[in-house]
């Protein structure tokens, strides 16, 4: 069945937007239909993704719940709104009581995520995919 609705304006969304519209891709569903699933209007999300509204991170974990969304994927999500996930928040913490003193591996992959999502938006290859594969 077609999806019903406007066309979605790539070039006009922030990287909240472009995030977000991965997430709905990879569970095949709409704006509209995460909106009536979140209850609240379909203009918020629209206007979340053009840069136009901030959101709490509640309001983006109860999306990323909804989507059954990739861990890394709602990682970039709350980075991209100025969230830390929980595990950054975690190893933010255990940095914070000196149980960590150097760069681990985990703060490097968002970064290489990021850049792989933004740099090879037609391909719409997961940074999984691009890095195991």
Do not use: F
């Amino acid at each position: 069945m077609a999806k019903v609705g406007r066309k979605v304006q790539h070039d006009r969304l922030v990287a909240v937007g472009i995030y977000l519209d991965e997430a709905l891709r990879l569970a095949n569903m709409t704006r509209a239909k995460l909106a009536r699933r979140a209850g609240m209007e379909g203009s918020v999300i629209t206007r979340v993704c053009n840069g136009e509204r901030t959101v709490g991170r509640n309001t983006i974990l109860l999306w990323c719940t909804i989507v059954a969304c990739p861990e890394w994927l709602e990682t970039l999500l709350l980075n991209a709104a100025g969230y830390a996930s929980c595990e950054q928040q975690a190893l933010a913490l255990r940095r914070a009581q000196g149980g960590l003193s150097e760069v681990s591996e985990l703060e490097r992959i968002p970064a290489i995520e990021t850049s792989l999502i933004l740099n090879s938006q037609s391909s719409r290859i997961s940074p999984e995919e691009s890095i195991l594969g």
